[in-house]
């Protein structure tokens, strides 16, 4: 079953402001928060660059806003606690905060898009706008008194829309689309002393509105280099000047533009004024603190003006890269300037009296992805965030403590404490060169080997994260051209594998008594044609040896050689296809629970298949978890003391989920929910089993979540036991059609295994032969080719044998059920994959692709499991109803010699998807469907 984070309807109750601000905060602190969801996400590492952070410092908590993946954050950092607010399903591409800093707002972009209103104090959602835009929001600003909110949609041409949150969560009060012309407005505001008044900007035009309960008007004024004959540069922010007419606006070319009222019947008629050049460095953040406006730039200083545009203190030792945010703290009311405190740490402004500078504590962001929060009193900075800014896909937990390494594209690796969330050490490699695509810690965990994109593999000290060996160089390998994908350790650390784009495994090897050159280049292998989904140590069968093996996309597993293998000559011990159509994803060692040695593969067909890991035969083939996407990454959670239960997990495109073993094709067993709605790209487990981490990949985050597993055994126990979750996988149920359709055939097999035209008495059996079974396969709809048919032949004759000594030879009904769910397509067959298959092999006509006969026989023939010419009559002869069902093709009643005239005379010279599903397969077309069904 599928847990949605998303918040939906009935969960929120519409609350005015004035109701909710009576929840007593000493109340929300005592309250014990309780999850019964199978994953609860509890820390998340990292910030979205690109969303501004908001200060919610008041009084004596220190605490600041942001967007990590589709989750708000608001971070304690005094206390270094999270309060997560979940309920986005997209990312989070905006938020606002009210001016107390009681209430948020978060908006997403994307399908199925919200706006959600939340309470700071207690971190509950009291309002939700359901698609408020058809894609969602690209700006979104809050009214002074935190009754309004403004929304811009984030597809143009734009919408702009004003929205009585308190009282309607369903409409806005009124809307405006703007002209595609403006760009992409980014940024809106209301005025502070007048909440009918909303200005925005785009990168080229400024936008001034005035509104009322049922309207919403706008005005662009024009504004070109030649108005004032200087360069004026792109709009970053707008704001509205306190107590005054004008408005404000910075560009990129260190200017401010002044708007004056216009005159006309439409408050919002305003043109430019003038252009004042404040400095030369583009200016990216403009807002107000008290009675100052407030400017931040690319060079990452921070600068106050008076209402004169003068210039009044400023701060530029901050080195924590350009500004996109300067928040301030908030305080009902600030101290007088005039009348310090007794504090004599304020600085003096720069006016000629040189008073003390006093105003309110802020927190700064960066494009850099660094959040700081500065103390006017003493003028002190301290860093609350230095995040990756760059793409991070590489995460490692520790063996047997609480640590995670996470490395990224910007050349940033760290080690976190992840129980304390403390940073234990962190080194930054140069980003032009090495930027970090994987992560390993070996078994003891004293080592970290690291795998960057340009190929290059570094073994460092786990604890210290310095390069292994004496001296630089004696543990970086240069042998790879193109990005590592996966580095992995054997279990005994004595060897390291890599693959890599160039579809190469490469392999080191330590030389534990040889301290100038603890580890030595080995070789490596080009086995595989396509890219390597995924590398894997293993341990050999009575033996302690390590097993490497490799998956691609060319279905090849490929077992190598370590043993045997020298400098410059990795050797292979096997090379085997393991999928006939379908395109592995991804593989792990299947947990111990069983007698064999399995290995467990998820293909891009939805299913689960064990391996034998010695002889590679498909032993079992399992419906796996339909969550939109494939699997993309599976491992095995750790054993638990209290349990004997195993469980796997994994990622999809963009969810984390659990599975129950033994894998059966149940599917109330699994669970998934959203992870990073932009794709996951990689997973991994603590060392205990009680938490998994999930890199965001471009979002630039890693999420951690807390592990239920009592969850999950009591959704699995609630879809029922033994047959009743399988029948719920038939169309109808237990009470529907094709079970009915099942058991007749079922039954009409048993007959057909006895002979159809006998006259001895029957025996009544609740069980059929084995080689009935692809009959009433494809009896039910589902056309299992001769492969497909050997391995649920081979499924079924071999279940028993290790525990028995015993082939199967016959099964039950209960037992064809699990077999027909867990081997059928999970989505079934549509037109579109027979439309797609002549489109790869014909060529485009005037009705589509189509496939002239010969060449079609000739692919029969010569392709895929071959068919003689006599095969292929037989079956078209029961296809195309002229034999008797299925006489010919069991009594063989044509030749070699006549059957290609019989097969060039039943079928048309030129094939298309449509006649052949109509006139061949017996299909109803799209016509007669529609005809049916209406």
């Known amino acids: 079953m599928e847990e949605d984070n998303g918040v939906r309807s009935g969960a929120h109750s519409r609350v005015s402001s004035a109701a909710a601000s009576q929840v007593d905060e000493e109340e929300v602190e005592d309250e014990v928060k309780t999850s019964t969801t199978s994953l609860n996400m509890c820390w998340a590492f990292g910030v979205n660059k690109h969303v501004p952070v908001h200060n919610l410092s008041s009084g004596g908590r220190k605490m600041a806003l942001f967007v990590c993946a589709h989750v708000g954050v ?15 399903c997209n990312v989070i591409s905006c938020t606002c905060v009210s001016e107390d800093r009681r209430w948020i707002a978060t908006a997403d972009r994307g399908t199925e898009s919200m706006v959600i209103i939340w309470d700071s104090f207690t971190t509950i959602p009291v309002q939700t706008i359901f698609e408020a835009h058809p894609d969602g929001c690209a700006a979104i600003a809050m009214s002074p008194d935190a009754k309004y909110i403004a929304t811009i949609s984030f597809n143009l041409p734009q919408t702009v829309s004003v929205w009585d949150w308190t009282n309607n969560g369903e409409t806005p009060m009124c809307s405006a689309t703007l002209d595609g012309n403006f760009g992409k407005q980014t940024y809106i505001t209301f005025n502070p002393e007048d909440s009918s008044e909303l ?25 070109t280099d030649k108005d004032f004959n200087r360069s004026v540069g792109q709009y970053s922010q707008s704001i509205f000047q306190l107590q005054s007419p004008r408005a404000l606006t910075a560009t990129s070319c260190g200017n401010i533009v002044v708007w004056e009222h216009a005159g006309g019947d439409l408050p919002c008629n305003r043109k430019a004024f003038k252009i004042v050049k404040l400095q030369e460095k583009a200016l990216t953040v403009l807002t107000t603190a008290d009675k100052y406006i407030v400017t931040g730039d690319v060079a990452g200083h921070v600068r106050f003006l008076d209402q004169q545009l003068r210039l009044t203190n400023w701060y530029k030792h901050f080195n924590a890269g350009p500004i996109n945010a300067v928040s301030m703290s908030y305080s009902p009311k600030i101290v007088d300037a005039q009348t310090p405190k007794d504090q004599t740490y304020y600085p003096a402004s720069s006016t000629l009296e040189g008073i003390p500078f006093v105003v309110n504590d802020f927190v700064i962001s960066t494009l ?20 990756h800014d760059s793409d ?8 047997s403590e609480p640590r995670l390494c996470v490395g990224g594209y910007s050349g940033l690796l760290q080690l976190w404490d992840y129980e304390k969330k403390e940073l234990l050490m962190s080194r930054v490699f140069d980003q032009r060169q090495l930027k970090i695509q994987c992560l390993t810690f070996n078994p003891s965990g004293d080592l970290l080997a690291i795998g960057f994109t340009n190929g290059s593999v570094r073994i460092l000290d786990g604890l210290t994260l310095k390069e292994e060996g004496c001296g630089d160089g004696l543990a970086v390998f240069s042998h790879c051209h193109d990005c590592i994908t996966n580095i992995k350790f054997s279990h005994d650390s004595s060897y390291l594998a890599t693959s890599d784009l160039d579809r190469c495994v490469t392999v080191f090897k330590a030389q534990k008594d040889d301290l100038d050159q603890p580890w030595v280049y080995i070789g490596k292998q080009r086995a595989h044609y396509k890219t390597i989904q995924d590398i894997s140590f293993g341990i050999a069968l009575d033996s302690n040896l390590p097993r490497l093996l490799s998956l691609g996309q060319d279905r090849v597993l490929v077992e190598y050689d370590l043993v045997n293998s020298s400098t410059d000559d990795l050797r292979l011990i096997s090379s085997e296809r393991i999928e006939q159509s379908a395109v592995p ?51 095995a959670l750790p054993p638990c003391n209290d349990r004997t239960t195993r469980y796997l997990a994994y990622i999809t495109l963009d969810k984390v989920g659990l599975q129950c073993l033994p894998l059966d094709g149940n599917p109330h067993k699994t669970m998934a929910l959203i992870a990073h709605p932009e794709g996951v790209s990689n997973l991994v487990c603590s060392y205990d089993g009680k938490y998994l981490f999930t890199a965001g990949g471009e979002d630039c ?9 009592d969850a999950l055994e009591a959704a699995a126990a609630l879809g029922g036991e033994g047959l009743v979750p399988f029948y719920g ?9 094709l079970f009915a359709e099942l058991e007749d055939y079922f039954y009409y097999a048993q007959i057909r295994s006895q002979g159809v035209d006998t006259t001895e008495t029957r025996q009544v059996s609740t069980k059929v032969p084995l080689a009935q079974v692809p009959y009433i396969m494809r009896a039910l709809g589902f056309y299992p080719t001769e492969q497909e048919v050997d391995d649920m032949i081979n499924e079924l004759k071999f279940s028993n044998y290790v525990t028995t000594g015993k082939y199967v030879t016959e099964i039950d009904l209960g037992e064809f059920i699990k077999l027909y769910v867990n081997h059928r397509p999970a989505f079934g067959i549509s037109p579109f994959d027979l439309h797609e298959a002549f489109s790869k092999l014909g060529t485009p006509s005037d009705e589509g692709f189509a496939l002239d006969r010969d060449d079609l026989l000739s692919l029969l023939q010569n392709k895929g499991e071959h068919m003689t010419e006599a095969e292929m009559a037989e079956v078209m002869s029961t296809l195309l109803g002229i034999g008797e069902l299925g006489g010919s093709a069991e009594t063989g009643t044509y030749s070699a010699s006549d059957a290609g005239e019989f097969l060039r005379a039943h079928l048309p010279e030129n094939i298309t998807a449509d006649n052949f599903a109509a006139q061949v397969l017996g299909f109803q077309t799209e016509q007669e469907m529609t005809a049916s069904t209406s």
Not at 74 to 88: A, R, S, V, Y
Not at 214 to 220: G, I, R, S
Not at 369 to 383: E, P, R, W
Not at 619 to 634: A, E, I, S
Request: charged share 20%.
């Open 74 to 88: 608001m971070f304690d950092w005094e206390g270094n606690k999270q309060e997560l607010l979940q309920g986005h």
């Open 199 to 223: 200005v925005s900007n785009s990168e080229s035009q400024v936008v001034f509105y005035s509104w009322n309960e049922n309207t919403l008007e706008y005005v662009a004024p024009p504004l």
């Open 368 to 387: 850099t992805a660094n959040v700081a929060y500065f103390c006017t009193d003493g003028s002190k900075l301290q860093f609350i965030l230095k995040e």
């Open 392 to 399: 991070t896909h590489a995460l490692a937990r520790h063996p």
């Open 585 to 635: 994803q991804c593989f792990t060692w299947y947990p111990p629970i069983v007698k064999e040695n399995f290995l467990v593969v998820a293909n891009d067909q939805f299913k689960l298949k064990l391996y034998n890991s010695t002889t590679k035969m498909c032993r079992r083939t399992l419906l796996g978890p339909t969550y939109g996407t494939p699997l993309r990454r599976l491992i």
């Open 701 to 709: 985050s890693v999420l951690m979540w807390e592990i239920n597993l």
């Open 729 to 737: 996988l038939l169309e109808g149920g237990r009470d529907g059609e």
